[in-house]
């Protein structure tokens, strides 16, 4: 029911920036939290930084410091800065969204965008 539209991504050179953004759409759904996952070829997808409704945030220790989430609550949109990025960044970004609807709750996912961070 809620679908995610993320852009940003692409290559950089180790130390660049890259903003990765993601919008949620739909119908009578109340957000209860929004951010991002990454997966590395190979790897587990793993929590990047999400910020939830009411405002509190959760980076993985590998962003703290680097990434900053934050939002757009009026539009349901959320961005990602990340700074200082570096090889071990690279891996494919994919924007989750919980919501309820009712009161049920679901994710969502977007479509992911890759991340390439050369040396």
């Known amino acids: 029911q809620v679908q995610l539209m993320e852009s940003g991504g692409g290559l950089v050179q180790t130390g660049g920036s890259l903003s990765l953004s993601c919008t949620a759409s739909?119908?009578?759904?109340?957000?209860?939290?929004m951010g991002w996952y990454r997966q590395a070829h190979g790897q587990q997808r793993e929590l990047v930084a999400t910020?939830?409704?009411?405002?509190?945030?959760n980076y993985a220790d590998f962003a703290k410091g680097r990434f900053t989430i934050s939002g757009d609550y009026d539009r349901n949109t959320r961005y990602l800065q990340m700074n200082n990025l570096t090889p071990e960044d690279t891996a494919l970004y994919y924007c989750?969204?919980?919501?309820?609807?009712?009161?049920?709750?679901?994710?969502?996912w977007g479509q992911g965008t890759q991340v390439t961070v050369s040396s």
């Open positions: 910020l939830n409704a009411g405002g509190g945030t």
């Open positions: 739909g119908s009578g759904f109340r957000l209860i939290a």
């Open positions: 989750n969204a919980r919501y309820y609807i009712g009161f049920s709750h679901y994710d969502s």
